[in-house]
């Protein structure tokens, strides 16, 4: 006789499901309601001139196209170095175009929900999906070392600029600036090592968490692979200073390229941590302090602001959408032992 209690089961499961979903929906909404509120806050404190703005606005097609190729450019830099670390620290092994791909899905849905829960949890089930044995935790590990290493050069950068901005120690900037980035990726090299161990004890702890017992592992990052993963680093951070440039260049928001150079780095420290949708009010902050200490009018920036806001969104949905094919498809297996992850680590 059926006594009921499996309907009984199946619905308190239903229930639990559309609760969760629930609690993630209002999670996401407070998230963008609280977004929304600070950057309008923030247009608040500074006070621009709407007039100016809509007047200053004006659409330059030359410079969307190049936006559009820089946000190009950042995207297949940042999954070459993914693909990368995941190559020496998983045992995934999955095609560049796949990795392209889900940088730009993830970028994209990053501007609707939350960039670190995008960055954590979206480009780990998204590998996954695309044929990933690897646990999902494990995952987690080589993009802990990204965000370490969009750490270290940001805020090196970020104490250069606030030395030398103000007086730089030769007479051409440019010139300046190259230099310490260039010398910023040459000592990254010998720091990658070190913060790989940083990411695999998080990825330890995580799983301690979960009373999961996981044995320690010896890190041992090849050289050849700490100058890749760190020219990878250096070049990205290029090509998101031409991609931003270009972005409020596109809208009439015209500043000299040294300017936006200057003041991205505080931009992309308070990018890590932005919990709302895009990074909307907390990135935003970023871009307009250093923007603003860098003597640049309201008008100018709040164009920036909006402007950068509308093309992350439509240059990320228009790369999704021309990767798709690249969604799922597997490597072909390196014959090389020297390839394997476990030789890479050792």
Not at 319 to 342: H, I
């Amino acid at each position: 006789m059926d006594d009921g209690r499996g309907d009984d089961a199946g619905s308190c499961v239903t229930e639990a499901s559309t609760a969760s979903r629930r609690r993630r929906i209002a999670l996401s909404t407070a998230r963008l309601v609280l977004g929304l509120a600070l950057l309008v806050g923030l247009f608040w404190l500074l006070g621009p001139d709407w007039g100016a703005v809509a007047g200053q606005l004006r659409i330059d097609p030359v410079w969307l196209g190049a936006s559009l190729v820089f946000t190009a450019a950042a995207t297949f830099l940042t999954a070459g170095r993914w693909q990368l670390l995941n190559e020496r620290m998983t045992e995934t092994r999955l095609s560049f175009g796949t990795y392209v791909h889900y940088i730009a899905l993830t970028r994209l849905l990053g501007q609707f929900s939350s960039m670190l829960l995008m960055d954590f949890i979206g480009r780990g089930v998204a590998l996954r999906a695309a044929g990933s044995s690897v646990r999902l935790a494990r995952l987690l590990t080589p993009v802990l070392l990204e965000r370490l290493l969009d750490l270290v050069l940001p805020a090196a950068l970020l104490g250069v600029v606030l030395v030398g901005h103000r007086a730089p120690p030769v007479e051409h900037p440019w010139l300046w600036l190259t230099a310490i980035v260039l010398a910023l990726g040459v000592l990254c090299v010998p720091t990658i090592e070190p913060m790989a161990r940083v990411a695999l004890k998080v990825y330890l702890a995580l799983r301690r968490l979960r009373h999961v017992g996981v044995e320690a592992e010896d890190v041992r990052v090849p050289y050849r692979t700490a100058v890749s993963v760190s020219a990878f680093g250096v070049a990205r951070l290029v090509a998101v200073w031409a991609q931003f440039w270009a972005m409020g260049m596109a809208a009439g928001a015209v500043m000299d390229p040294l300017v936006v150079a200057c003041a991205m780095p505080i931009a992309q420290l308070s990018a890590l941590l932005s919990i709302t949708p895009g990074g909307l009010g907390i990135q935003d902050a970023g871009w307009a302090g250093g923007l603003r200490w860098l003597d640049q009018d309201e008008s100018t920036i709040a164009l920036f602001l909006l402007a950068w806001h509308t093309l992350v969104i439509v240059n990320f949905a228009a790369l999704s959408l021309v990767t798709w094919p690249w969604a799922r498809t597997v490597a072909e297996p390196s014959c090389n032992p020297a390839e394997s992850p476990e030789t890479a680590m050792r």
